[in-house]
């Protein structure tokens, strides 16, 4: 056989072969989600039910589960964030938190769809359960895990009836699991998750009061080797990094800024839109940041946190602020964040009363 005959030979061989391998691992990568997930066409209405399998699911079938979103009412509704947000009770002992977005428009579509292209296969104490969910031709549904203790937004600045009393632990445990959760999406996803949309109201709690991060659907995904997604601004007012209104630019770091906006309202149990800062041309973020450098953290700190450890309240203040730089670069990154909340201990007994 010639030279070239040969080269010839090999190149088919290995064209065979890597198609071959690339046909053999769609078909097991396609086998392994047939195992995670149970696929239900709803010939009635057009839909298709995706649920995953999981242990909260097993005792629910498709049809019964859809049969009970269908009667959700207005009563149901637990909340919303980039749709309606009701709580489906399946039995005395199984509940789901249910989004419903409409489709009709090209960023309600785009937000579902990065909501399963982020949440799909993420496993983590601080990061909602996504169990699985519908599509139909005019709306889409979201099936969540349902976190009893609702949102961080609504216990701080909720109404009175809403509104929890949150002492200092607990508080610190929320900062905690909710920068352990979004210090899992920068770090450990492949590709890491950058959320957009980090802020009180997505944070949510569950009966224990553990931080859930949530609500994916502004998530942008970015390769390791990028530092940064080119987007549209989208977020929430008082919460975005100053330089995205300038560069357009998603990264990492304005996550981190978001968060900084989150311990504050932690500390100081005011929104970043209180009403006061608007009247005074000011906000949240600059409000606290003159006080701070002045070292009078105590006419900031929430009027409800009496005798509590200062030299941690302290602390967080200082970290807070350093996710807070103008300058992106001088931001600590989340896993950084993490390690610095982590040896913030409290120093300082309460004397028996409570924080």
């Keep these: ?53 999981s242990p909260m699911m097993q005792s629910v079938t498709p049809e019964s589960f859809l049969k009970k979103t269908m009667k959700l009412s207005n009563n149901d509704i637990i909340g919303s964030g980039g749709g309606t947000v009701y709580k489906l009770t399946v039995n005395d002992s199984t ?80 900062a905690v699991g909710a920068a352990r959760g979004i210090s899992y999406l920068h770090h450990d996803c492949i590709p890491h998750i950058i959320h957009r949309d980090i802020k009180s109201s997505n944070i949510l709690l569950d009966q224990n009061m553990e931080a859930r991060v949530s609500d994916f659907g502004l998530a942008t995904l970015m390769e390791p080797d990028k530092t940064h997604v080119s987007t549209i601004v989208a977020g929430t007012f008082g919460y975005l990094p100053p330089e995205y209104f300038d560069t357009g630019r998603a990264t990492a770091k304005g996550d981190v800024y978001s968060f900084g906006v989150v311990l504050l309202e932690l500390l100081t149990g005011k929104k ?52 807070l730089e103008p300058e992106p670069s001088k931001r600590p990154t989340m896993a950084e964040v993490v390690k610095m909340l982590e040896q913030t201990k409290i120093q300082i007994n309460c004397r028996g009363e409570d924080c």
């Design 95 to 174: 509940a789901f938190a249910v989004k419903r977005l409409y489709r009709g428009t090209v960023d309600r579509d785009r937000g579902f769809e990065r909501e399963l292209e982020a949440m799909g296969d993420l496993k983590h104490r601080n990061i909602v359960n996504l169990h699985g969910y519908y599509t139909a031709p005019n709306y889409n549904l979201l099936i969540y895990e349902l976190m009893p203790n609702g949102s961080l937004d609504t216990i701080l600045h909720g109404r009175s009836m809403d509104k929890k009393h949150l002492d200092w632990p607990s508080r610190y445990k929320i």
């Design 272 to 323: 970043p839109s209180d009403e006061a800062f608007l009247e005074e041309g000011t906000k949240l973020v600059t409000w606290v940041k003159t006080v701070v450098e002045d070292k009078r953290e105590v006419l900031v700190l929430d009027s409800s946190l009496d005798s509590c450890p200062n030299d941690e309240i302290s602390s967080v203040f200082n970290i807070a602020l350093m996710c």
């Design 1 to 53: 056989m010639s030279n070239s005959h040969a080269v010839a030979f090999y190149i088919t061989v290995s064209i065979i072969a890597f198609a071959t391998s690339k046909i053999v691992i769609s078909v097991l990568l396609y086998r392994r989600w047939k195992r995670k997930r149970k696929v239900y066409a709803d010939s009635i209405k057009g839909g298709k039910m995706v649920m995953f399998r």
